[in-house]
């Protein structure tokens, strides 16, 4: 098994890592809450502040964490000249820095998690309103049993996330982490592609010499929350499985949790505003050609074009809150 101070040190090299990525793709996602395809700034209208205050949100709780592993480090490795070396100061002398690092990856996946069940209670709820009423009681579970690890870790004698007593409660927290992001998730992707598919059958009669599925903007709508719910679902796997295992790799594991909700969470803004100004303008102007395509030998005639915009046609509840979520 991996020795205490090497976990704590691959931890914080992994945090590093983790949240570089994540500072990078912050920014970006700043720039689309904040700012017009135009460059222009937003009013404070425009701004979604549900999304904003979510996501300064993530951005305090992964500094304080980085911030306090970077603390812990250099007290171990650097300040603490007294017997036992560093693993005195994991075991003995840290206990503060670790009961804030596990409250903070607690929040991070509790605040990861709520923004998982309004996204699918959103996009869910012309549909039917209490789809989201099961993951919403595993989030209050998952709280409660949040706040009972944090005490009992507060009054362990070695402050260690993994211990006899601590155990079984750090296993049902990422157990039901787990649980929220696969049902949410899955409940997301499977309303986004029933709306799909009611779109491609209304789509068929008018493309009938089409051979293949059509790529659809819910089609990428699914492919982006799939793919970027990924890096937190693997993660969290990973971190349920060494902290089951009670093996030190839980801590590397910890740290790239914390930093990968906000990676994700940041990934499905970035790349959903991408397409939604091209992808659901409204006002478009589509122009049908009147005349039947020139045929081999034959001069075309002059073309005439008719056309008209979409501006007046009502759009669906699901088609405003994908952009956004």
């Known amino acids: ?3 205490l ?6 931890a914080i090299f992994t945090s590093c ?9 912050l920014g970006m996602t700043a720039r689309t809450l904040l700012t017009l395809p135009n460059g222009q700034w937003r009013t404070r209208s425009e701004i979604n502040w549900i999304v904003a205050v979510v996501g300064v949100a993530l951005f305090a709780n992964s500094t304080l964490d980085i911030v306090l592993a970077m603390i812990k480090i250099m007290k171990a490795f650097v300040s603490y000249t007294g017997p036992g070396g560093p693993m005195q100061v994991f075991l003995h002398g840290s206990a503060w820095q670790t009961v804030a690092m596990t409250a903070c990856v607690g929040n991070q996946t509790l605040l990861g998690d709520a923004i998982l069940i309004w996204r699918c209670w959103l996009i869910w709820r012309n ?5 989201a009423v099961f993951p919403a009681l595993c989030w209050i579970a998952d709280f409660i049993v949040h706040v009972r690890l944090l005490d009992l870790l507060h009054k362990e004698t070695e402050s260690l996330q993994i211990g006899s007593q601590i155990q079984p ?10 649980c929220i992001n696969i049902i949410t998730t899955t409940l997301i992707v499977v309303r986004i592609w029933m709306v799909d598919r009611k779109n491609l059958e209304l789509m068929a009669p008018m493309d009938s010499t089409a051979h293949h599925r059509p790529s659809t903007t ?3 709508v699914m492919r982006n929350i799939l793919e970027s719910g990924m890096i937190y679902t693997t993660a969290s796997i990973l971190g349920c499985a060494t902290y089951l ?3 030190n790799l839980s801590y590397p594991a910890s740290a790239a949790v914390i930093h990968s909700v906000g990676i994700t969470f940041n990934l499905i803004i970035i790349r959903s505003s991408k397409r939604q100004e091209q992808e659901y303008n409204l006002g478009t ?11 081999a030998g034959i001069p075309p005639t002059d073309s005439k074009t008719e056309g008209f915009t979409l501006s007046h046609m009502h759009r669906p509840a699901e088609f405003e809150t994908v952009g956004s979520v």
């Open 218 to 220: 819910l089609g990428r």
């Open 245 to 247: 295992a009670q093996n």
């Open 5 to 10: 101070p090497a976990a704590q040190l691959l």
């Open 169 to 178: 409660w750090g296993e049902t927290t990422w157990i039901l982490t787990l």
């Open 17 to 25: 890592f983790f949240y570089g990525i994540y500072i990078v793709t």
């Open 1 to 3: 098994m991996l020795s």
């Open 127 to 131: 549909q039917s309103k209490f789809i």
């Open 285 to 295: 102007s589509i122009k049908f050609n009147t005349n039947p395509p020139p045929i």
